[in-house]
């Protein structure tokens, strides 16, 4: 599971509410990701970071922020919530993956938010 | 579970056949792609991979195929097993770039 761990698991909240998730890794990994899944458009990249306090935009930025004030940790914070936020989010890191060394993505558990 | 698709592509084989899951990529310029298996309710796993300086690769149960002039992915999956129903999707990474590029997935269901 490259040791990903994410909190929580499943949350509820309402229109106009903050809201943040965090990512744990206990590997040190440089690069973390946020990607949120959704029928009919598969992973789309939120924000990345390639280490700690260095963090760019994805595909889907707007209405998110991350922070990555340590290495194991980064959060990704809704600022006011909508409905259509409502999604699966998933964090990931960069790690050793097949031939030759190239490095690869490892997923969470991922963390499933209903938006009211 | 969550629904990773409400609208996937489906393929459904018995218990003990081979599979073969396609999949097309979008850039001429990808240098590396992924299969991930994606279980009901949790996250994408990595199932084995393959550089573009490659046309196959071979895993447990699993070969890669890479065919760079029609910009096609596959994925075998040799005497399937109960345990192989899930949502298998491909991912390309374009040179240079540190991201990825996700398919939609298409989901395996193995029939008893």
């Known amino acids: 599971d490259a040791g990903i761990t994410q909190s929580p698991r499943h949350k509820v909240t309402e229109t106009g509410t903050p809201v943040t998730l965090r990512c744990h890794q206990t590997e040190n990994h440089r690069y973390m990701y946020w990607y949120r899944q959704d029928p009919g458009h598969g992973l789309r990249l939120i924000h990345y970071s390639y280490g700690v306090k260095d963090t760019d935009k994805g595909e889907v930025s707007d209405g998110y922020s991350v922070s990555r004030s340590k290495t194991e940790d980064f959060l990704l914070t809704l600022e006011s919530a909508t409905s259509s936020q409502t999604s699966v989010y998933f964090c990931?890191?960069?790690?050793?993956?097949?031939?030759?060394?190239?490095?690869?993505?490892?997923f969470g558990p991922g963390t499933r938010l209903t938006v009211l | 579970g969550e629904s990773v698709g409400l609208h996937l592509p489906t393929l459904s084989v018995q218990e003990g056949d081979n599979s073969i899951i396609n999949c097309a990529y979008s850039?001429?310029?990808?240098?590396?792609f992924i299969w991930y298996k994606q279980e009901s309710g949790k996250g994408p796993q990595f199932i084995i991979d393959i550089r573009s300086n490659m046309d196959k690769r071979q895993g447990q149960r699993v070969t890669v195929l890479l065919n760079k002039t029609v910009k096609h992915l596959s994925l075998q999956i040799a005497a399937t097993q109960p345990g192989d129903s899930a949502v298998y999707f491909c991912?390309?990474?374009?040179?240079?770039?540190?991201?990825?590029?996700f398919g939609q997935g298409t989901r395996l269901t193995i029939n008893p």
């Open positions: 850039n001429s310029a990808s240098d590396y």
């Open positions: 990931a890191i960069r790690g050793r993956g097949g031939p030759g060394g190239t490095d690869t993505q490892y």
């Open positions: 991912a390309e990474r374009v040179q240079g770039a540190q991201k990825l590029v």
